[in-house]
């Protein structure tokens, strides 16, 4: 499965932001989807994950009432609206996909897609 992401750019702080992430196909090992993030000499973390088939979410606490991750099953995209975003969200950010929401969050991913850059400026 190719995962293409798209959307990064710059914004300032308090602004927003989404992005996109497209999958060529679905098939019987993606059952979940979700987004990651890195800034330079850190560890890549979770942002947030999603089920393909009902829908169910999961965020990291620091994203929490900011970021929304929604899927449309019709065309095969997950979307993350970004928004109040900060200095600190500054980031490569990953579409992954995996088996479920738990294995994505542990970065138990089957998928990745390019990464995107986004840059909130103060």
């Known amino acids: 499965v190719q995962l293409q992401a798209c959307g990064g750019g710059l914004v300032q702080a308090g602004g927003s932001l989404r992005l996109s992430c497209a999958a060529s196909r679905r098939t019987f090992i993606i059952y979940s989807m979700g987004w990651f993030r890195q800034v330079p000499g850190k560890e890549r973390e979770f942002v947030a994950a999603i089920s393909w088939g009902s829908g169910v979410t999961d965020y990291a606490d620091f994203v929490k009432g900011r970021f929304v991750i929604t899927r449309d099953y019709a065309k095969n995209t997950v979307d993350l609206q970004m928004s109040s975003l900060k200095p600190e969200d500054t980031a490569v950010y990953y579409c992954?996909?995996?088996?479920?929401?738990?294995?994505?969050?542990?970065?138990?991913?089957?998928?990745w897609g390019q990464g995107t850059l986004v840059t909130v400026s103060s």
């Open positions: 992954a996909g995996g088996r479920s929401r738990s294995q994505i969050a542990t970065m138990n991913v089957d998928s």
